[in-house]
């Protein structure tokens, strides 16, 4: 029973020293020429755009849940004309980041750790290989630059839409109309409340690309493999990043003293 219990430990640290080692490499390897430019672009397309419709639809739902929560809440006290900036705060600072990389760990994720698993267990990365073309370079990196690029815009697009969604729900309740309704959301906020959340989620898209690429890139056992690393991929990823989201706010609150007011 110990000798399994200490195999299984083992097991689970060579491979977290295993991925750590992966994403170092990947970020090292970022900076360094030849840059893929036509497959980032693609990367970018795939990854980003297309992802673009299922961040609106989410953020304009998550925005008018959030405005009928506030209003029941704000009701109480006769605050009825704080809802728009208490929206707008809750999204941007942190509903719309964490949820945009919860949901693009799901979808984008997923995507990665299928498509490299298939390629592995098909061997098309060891013809890459034997065609004198750096994998690594040609697919992982090319991934993790367009999820470092893709998830602050995509998230900019999830606070929008849920601010959207807001209004709607808004407008629906007592008749705001548009311009009072995003001079009182934009009221309180300032750039120490965007900018560091969206930068972080930079960080998310790190997270993503690299655990997935890693699990895609060492798949083996045929399909049920490939199944197993996409399924790996997106619960990875999501539990990295809600875990690393709270590491990254005690930053944000330290680095940016007014964004934790």
């Known amino acids: 029973m110990l000798d399994r219990v200490g195999h299984a430990v083992t097991s689970l640290l060579a491979q977290i020293g295993e991925a750590s080692l992966f994403a170092m490499k990947a970020a090292r390897e970022v ?11 693609r990367q970018v397309y795939e990854l980003g755009l297309r992802s673009a419709p299922l961040i609106a639809v989410s953020g304009m739902a998550v925005g ?7 209003r029941a809440s704000l009701e ?3 605050a009825e004309s704080l809802i728009p900036a208490g929206l ?19 979808r984008i994720g997923a995507g990665i750790g299928a498509e490299l698993g298939a390629m592995r267990v098909t061997e098309q990365i060891d ?21 470092v690029i893709a998830l602050p815009i995509l998230t900019t697009l999830m606070n929008f839409a849920g601010m959207v969604g807001g209004f709607i729900a808004e407008t629906s309740a007592n008749g705001m109309s548009m311009g009072l309704y995003f001079t009182r959301a934009f009221s309180l906020i300032e750039f120490a409340d965007y900018v560091p959340a969206t930068i972080k989620t ?3 898209g790190f997270i993503i690309a690299t655990t997935s690429s890693y699990l895609g890139f ?21 539990i990295l990043i809600i875990v690393s989201n709270v590491l990254l706010v005690r930053l944000i609150f330290f680095v940016f003293p007014k964004a934790g007011g």
């Open 127 to 147: 013809a890459l290989e034997a065609s004198a073309v750096d994998a690594f370079r040609y697919l992982v990196v090319t991934r993790v630059v367009a999820c």
């Open 64 to 70: 008018v849940v959030l405005s009928m929560h506030t």
């Open 88 to 106: 707008a705060i809750a999204l941007v600072r942190e509903t719309g980041p964490l949820t945009a990389g919860l949901l693009l760990s799901g």
């Open 218 to 238: 060492n798949t083996s056992s045929g399909t049920e493999g490939v199944g197993r690393a996409s399924t790996r991929a997106v619960v990875m990823s999501s």
């Open 202 to 204: 930079m960080v998310f």
């Open 31 to 41: 900076f360094l020429p030849p840059f893929e430019f036509r497959e980032t672009t």
């Open 76 to 78: 109480r006290f006769g």
